[in-house]
């Protein structure tokens, strides 16, 4: 059994697929390990915080910020980022030394203006993305990026590891670089689906069919998120959503801008930003990364 800081109190913000499951094993990993305090979690969606078990739900992220000294987020996109931390930033009780974990794939410069705001408060914070889909989530088997003050880094690590993931990126001081890490790893996950889709629709269009492109797939890259891409593509199981059209295209977009500022020309991003636009067009949003095949 590991030992926990019984002085710290931990929350959990953003109830998603990915933040479910991550708050969840928290929880499971701080019972498991004797620690005194529940995890505080809080959803806009209050009902997703009911779903868990023995947590401690909270209404308002007010409570969230007078509660915990360690704070996990994972949240949609930038824009829930800025309001759910301008509130919690709003109420941190003076004088208390909290600590934000923000995992969500948002642009570099929120990280770094986030960093900036809890550092003028008193506060600190991480920049901890992650890399997995959800039955990853589930297994705690997540890749999970670190990024800022070593000490606190020090601090939280056995609460991520392995308590929500099983391997570790570290990316130093500067917390801009754990997103940088995080959107470069994300250009090759959606570059991976963009040329699955493609070869599939070879296959198919050459009389080869797509159950062979599958065949392949299971036998050169076993046990990796590919084999699940491209058995959904065969299948058209696109409303089965892991990685949902609305956050490909605000990751692209967010690649396609750090392309920009270090004048590396991204063709293949930028082309598939377009793919996924008239996908949108044609089929809506709420579908599958996997629904570029179509």
């Keep these: 059994m590991t030992v926990t800081d019984h002085s710290l109190k931990f929350a959990y913000v953003g109830l998603g697929e990915m933040g479910s499951a991550m708050a969840q094993n928290l929880q499971n990993w701080l019972a498991k390990n004797g620690h ?41 996109n930038d824009q829930a980022v800025r309001d759910c931390y301008d ?77 929500m993931g099983n391997k570790t990126i570290e990316c130093g001081e500067d917390v801009g670089e754990a997103l940088k890490m995080k959107l470069s790893g994300n250009s090759m996950v959606l570059g991976f689906a963009q040329v699955m889709a493609d070869g599939l629709t070879l296959a198919e269009a050459s009389g080869v069919g797509q159950d062979k492109v599958v065949q392949f797939i299971e036998g050169m890259y076993p046990n990796t998120p590919l084999v699940a891409y491209v058995k959904k593509m065969a299948t058209s199981d696109y409303a089965n959503i892991s990685f949902r059209i609305a956050g490909v295209k605000k990751d692209l977009r967010h690649i396609i801008e750090l392309g920009a500022e270090n004048n590396v020309e991204l063709a293949a991003q930028k082309n598939m930003y377009s793919n996924f636009e008239e996908v949108e067009k044609l089929k809506g949003d709420n579908l599958d990364i996997t629904s570029v095949v179509g």
């Design 36 to 76: 005194p305090s529940p995890l505080m979690v809080w959803n806009r969606s209050a009902a997703k915080a009911h779903e868990l078990s023995d947590v401690k739900v909270a209404e308002t992220l007010e409570e969230v910020a007078q509660y915990a000294n360690v704070i996990f987020s994972c949240l949609l």
């Design 87 to 163: 509130q919690l930033f709003k109420h941190l009780p003076q004088g208390r030394k909290t600590i934000f974990c923000e995992m969500s794939t948002i642009a570099p410069k929120l990280t770094c203006e986030l960093h900036t705001q809890a550092t003028k408060l008193g506060a600190g914070l991480l920049a901890t993305p992650i890399f997995g889909l959800p039955p990853k989530a589930r297994a705690a088997e997540l890749i999970i990026i670190k990024a800022g003050d070593l000490k606190l880094r020090e601090i939280v690590s056995p609460y991520l590891i392995p308590a």
